[in-house]
Protein backbone atom coordinates (compact mmCIF):
# COMPACT_ATOMS: atom_id res chain seq x y z
CA UNK A 1 0.00 0.00 0.00
CA UNK A 2 1.15 3.50 -0.91
CA UNK A 3 2.10 6.01 1.80
CA UNK A 4 -0.58 8.98 1.35
CA UNK A 5 2.34 11.52 2.66
CA UNK A 6 4.12 10.52 -0.41
CA UNK A 7 1.71 10.62 -2.85
CA UNK A 8 1.16 13.81 -1.76
CA UNK A 9 4.75 14.81 -2.09
CA UNK A 10 5.39 13.79 -5.36
CA UNK A 11 1.69 15.39 -6.61
CA UNK A 12 3.01 18.81 -5.02
CA UNK A 13 6.77 18.32 -6.88
CA UNK A 14 5.20 17.89 -10.07
CA UNK A 15 2.25 20.58 -9.53
CA UNK A 16 5.63 22.72 -9.31
CA UNK A 17 7.73 21.80 -12.06
CA UNK A 18 4.82 22.73 -14.56
CA UNK A 19 3.83 25.96 -12.24
CA UNK A 20 7.32 26.73 -13.17
CA UNK A 21 7.74 26.02 -16.22
CA UNK A 22 4.56 28.23 -17.30
CA UNK A 23 6.12 30.87 -15.98
CA UNK A 24 9.35 30.28 -17.51
CA UNK A 25 7.58 30.73 -21.06
CA UNK A 26 5.36 33.52 -19.90
CA UNK A 27 8.80 35.46 -18.59
CA UNK A 28 9.78 35.67 -22.21
CA UNK A 29 11.73 31.89 -21.97
CA UNK A 30 11.05 31.38 -25.84
CA UNK A 31 12.12 33.98 -28.31
CA UNK A 32 9.56 35.84 -30.35
CA UNK A 33 9.86 37.60 -33.58
CA UNK A 34 9.13 41.33 -33.25
CA UNK A 35 9.00 44.49 -35.80
CA UNK A 36 9.69 48.05 -35.42
CA UNK A 37 6.25 48.58 -34.15
CA UNK A 38 6.30 46.26 -31.33
CA UNK A 39 9.86 47.40 -30.18
CA UNK A 40 10.40 51.41 -31.37
CA UNK A 41 14.42 51.09 -30.47
CA UNK A 42 14.70 47.74 -32.61
CA UNK A 43 16.60 49.71 -35.19
CA UNK A 44 19.31 51.42 -31.99
CA UNK A 45 20.38 47.92 -31.21
CA UNK A 46 23.58 46.73 -32.68
CA UNK A 47 23.22 42.84 -33.47
CA UNK A 48 26.35 42.23 -34.49
CA UNK A 49 30.00 43.92 -34.78
CA UNK A 50 29.59 43.99 -38.85
CA UNK A 51 28.28 46.77 -41.21
CA UNK A 52 24.60 47.25 -40.80
CA UNK A 53 21.88 49.88 -41.97
CA UNK A 54 22.05 51.87 -38.59
CA UNK A 55 25.69 52.15 -39.41
CA UNK A 56 25.40 53.20 -43.19
CA UNK A 57 22.59 55.73 -41.99
CA UNK A 58 24.94 57.58 -39.69
CA UNK A 59 27.55 57.48 -42.11
CA UNK A 60 25.89 59.09 -44.99
CA UNK A 61 23.52 61.72 -42.74
CA UNK A 62 27.01 63.40 -42.18
CA UNK A 63 28.32 63.34 -45.57
CA UNK A 64 25.38 64.41 -46.77
CA UNK A 65 25.09 67.13 -44.55
CA UNK A 66 28.24 68.26 -45.63
CA UNK A 67 27.79 68.32 -48.94
CA UNK A 68 25.04 70.44 -49.45
CA UNK A 69 26.32 73.04 -47.39
CA UNK A 70 29.83 73.07 -49.58
CA UNK A 71 30.71 75.12 -51.95
CA UNK A 72 30.32 73.03 -55.05
CA UNK A 73 26.63 72.25 -54.03
CA UNK A 74 25.88 75.87 -53.63
CA UNK A 75 27.65 76.43 -57.15
CA UNK A 76 24.80 73.83 -58.04
CA UNK A 77 22.16 75.61 -56.75
CA UNK A 78 23.15 78.62 -58.42
CA UNK A 79 21.19 77.71 -61.52
CA UNK A 80 24.43 76.21 -63.29
CA UNK A 81 22.59 73.41 -64.29
CA UNK A 82 25.65 70.73 -63.78
CA UNK A 83 25.33 67.19 -64.59
CA UNK A 84 26.20 64.73 -61.58
CA UNK A 85 26.81 61.27 -61.73
CA UNK A 86 27.44 59.09 -58.98
CA UNK A 87 29.63 56.35 -59.27
CA UNK A 88 29.65 52.83 -56.86
CA UNK A 89 31.74 53.22 -53.82
CA UNK A 90 34.64 51.04 -53.53
CA UNK A 91 33.93 48.37 -50.60
CA UNK A 92 37.76 47.89 -49.17
CA UNK A 93 36.10 46.25 -45.99
CA UNK A 94 36.29 42.62 -45.26
CA UNK A 95 32.61 42.01 -45.50
CA UNK A 96 29.92 41.69 -48.16
CA UNK A 97 28.46 45.24 -48.03
CA UNK A 98 27.60 45.39 -52.18
CA UNK A 99 23.76 45.36 -51.29
CA UNK A 100 24.18 48.70 -48.60
CA UNK A 101 26.61 50.20 -51.24
CA UNK A 102 24.06 50.47 -54.00
CA UNK A 103 21.79 51.72 -51.40
CA UNK A 104 24.41 54.67 -50.69
CA UNK A 105 23.94 55.44 -54.69
CA UNK A 106 20.53 56.07 -54.20
CA UNK A 107 20.20 57.68 -51.11
CA UNK A 108 22.86 60.13 -52.96
CA UNK A 109 20.51 60.35 -56.09
CA UNK A 110 17.76 61.08 -54.09
CA UNK A 111 19.18 64.04 -51.96
CA UNK A 112 20.79 65.58 -54.93
CA UNK A 113 17.81 65.47 -56.97
CA UNK A 114 15.64 66.87 -54.30
CA UNK A 115 17.60 69.57 -51.92
CA UNK A 116 20.01 70.74 -55.21
CA UNK A 117 20.18 72.37 -58.06
CA UNK A 118 22.21 69.62 -59.62
CA UNK A 119 21.25 67.62 -62.76
CA UNK A 120 21.50 64.33 -61.78
CA UNK A 121 22.26 61.11 -63.99
CA UNK A 122 20.57 57.86 -62.95
CA UNK A 123 23.55 55.12 -62.48
CA UNK A 124 20.36 52.76 -63.64
CA UNK A 125 20.55 54.46 -66.82
CA UNK A 126 24.24 53.95 -67.54
CA UNK A 127 24.60 50.08 -66.42
CA UNK A 128 26.99 48.91 -69.03
CA UNK A 129 29.28 52.16 -67.65
CA UNK A 130 28.90 51.74 -64.20
CA UNK A 131 30.39 47.93 -64.61
CA UNK A 132 33.01 49.14 -65.88
CA UNK A 133 33.24 52.08 -63.33
CA UNK A 134 32.94 48.83 -60.42
CA UNK A 135 35.27 46.75 -62.67
CA UNK A 136 37.82 49.15 -62.75
CA UNK A 137 37.20 50.56 -58.88
CA UNK A 138 38.31 46.48 -57.52
CA UNK A 139 41.39 46.97 -59.34
CA UNK A 140 44.77 49.59 -58.63
CA UNK A 141 42.33 53.39 -58.54
CA UNK A 142 42.86 55.06 -61.04
CA UNK A 143 41.49 58.35 -61.51
CA UNK A 144 42.13 59.37 -64.83
CA UNK A 145 40.46 56.71 -66.11
CA UNK A 146 36.87 57.08 -63.48
CA UNK A 147 36.92 60.84 -65.12
CA UNK A 148 36.73 59.01 -68.66
CA UNK A 149 33.95 57.41 -67.63
CA UNK A 150 32.13 60.46 -66.78
CA UNK A 151 32.60 62.54 -69.50
CA UNK A 152 30.96 58.77 -71.50
CA UNK A 153 28.22 59.35 -69.39
CA UNK A 154 27.78 63.19 -70.15
CA UNK A 155 28.53 64.27 -66.50
CA UNK A 156 30.57 67.23 -65.42
CA UNK A 157 31.00 66.00 -62.08
CA UNK A 158 30.73 62.84 -60.24
CA UNK A 159 30.64 61.85 -56.62
CA UNK A 160 32.65 58.58 -55.58
CA UNK A 161 34.81 57.22 -52.61
CA UNK A 162 34.96 54.09 -50.53
CA UNK A 163 34.00 52.95 -47.33
CA UNK A 164 36.69 51.01 -45.82
CA UNK A 165 37.26 49.64 -41.61
CA UNK A 166 40.34 49.15 -39.38
CA UNK A 167 39.49 46.50 -36.49
CA UNK A 168 41.54 45.97 -33.55
CA UNK A 169 41.88 42.96 -30.90
CA UNK A 170 42.32 42.95 -27.38
CA UNK A 171 41.94 39.40 -25.41
CA UNK A 172 38.17 39.26 -26.14
CA UNK A 173 37.15 42.60 -26.45
CA UNK A 174 37.20 43.79 -30.39
CA UNK A 175 36.87 46.88 -31.85
CA UNK A 176 35.86 48.05 -35.34
CA UNK A 177 35.63 51.67 -36.99
CA UNK A 178 33.78 52.15 -40.37
CA UNK A 179 34.73 55.05 -42.31
CA UNK A 180 32.90 56.42 -45.76
CA UNK A 181 35.02 58.80 -47.51
CA UNK A 182 33.59 60.87 -50.13
CA UNK A 183 35.08 63.06 -53.17
CA UNK A 184 33.54 65.21 -55.77
CA UNK A 185 35.48 65.16 -58.71
CA UNK A 186 35.51 67.91 -62.08
CA UNK A 187 35.61 65.72 -65.14
CA UNK A 188 37.45 68.55 -67.04
CA UNK A 189 40.29 68.98 -64.43
CA UNK A 190 40.04 66.36 -61.90
CA UNK A 191 40.11 68.95 -59.53
CA UNK A 192 38.77 67.97 -56.25
CA UNK A 193 35.54 70.59 -55.12
CA UNK A 194 34.30 68.50 -52.14
CA UNK A 195 36.01 65.62 -49.71
CA UNK A 196 35.10 64.23 -46.30
CA UNK A 197 35.45 61.77 -44.47
CA UNK A 198 32.75 60.21 -41.72
CA UNK A 199 34.04 57.57 -39.23
CA UNK A 200 31.71 55.31 -36.64
CA UNK A 201 32.67 52.57 -34.01
CA UNK A 202 31.30 49.77 -32.71
CA UNK A 203 32.85 47.56 -30.17
CA UNK A 204 31.97 44.57 -28.20
CA UNK A 205 33.15 44.80 -24.34
CA UNK A 206 32.76 41.73 -21.77
Known amino acids: ?57 RLYED ?36 GQLETLLSKYETDLVNRTGANVISHRDQPELID ?19 RQMGAQYFITGRVYDVAERVDDQRRIQYFLFTQVVNVETGQIHFQHESEITKGLIR
Open 1 to 57: MKNPTSAISISLALLMVVTLGIAATACGGDPKYVRDTDEPRLDDYTMSMRFDRRDLD
Open 132 to 150: EVRAQQADVYDPSQVTQYG
Open 63 to 98: TIHNLLNSNIARQWDGGSGSNVAIFPMRNETSEHID
